[in-house]
């Protein structure tokens, strides 16, 4: 039993490592294209509505993620178990 806890300690930790990345990706191509779209923008206020819209976007799924995440957590060993149970299948070793 321990090796299962093993894999899906790793299996849950490689999902949110992952989670993370796409987070940081996203905030780093959000604030990207802010910058270099700023002198697309006919004025200030087109600008401001393109902050806030990219604001929304980036704070609404920052928060997605870390819902899954939460979930994940909750629910780790049964959705990890299950996968790690049809991967052994798969591999034969189940």
Request: aromatic share 12%; glycine share 8%.
């Amino acid at each position: 039993m321990g090796d299962l806890n093993q894999r899906i300690e790793a299996m849950h930790r490689r999902d949110v490592l992952v989670a993370w990345a796409f987070v940081i990706g996203l905030w780093f191509a959000i604030i990207f294209v802010a910058l270099a779209t700023w002198d697309l923008a006919p004025n200030s206020t087109a600008r401001t509505l393109l902050l806030i819209g990219g604001a929304v976007v980036l704070i609404f799924n920052t928060a997605a993620i870390l819902a899954m995440l939460r979930h994940y957590r909750e629910d780790r060993d049964f959705m990890y178990g299950l996968d790690i149970k049809f991967l052994d299948e798969a591999k034969g070793r189940g």
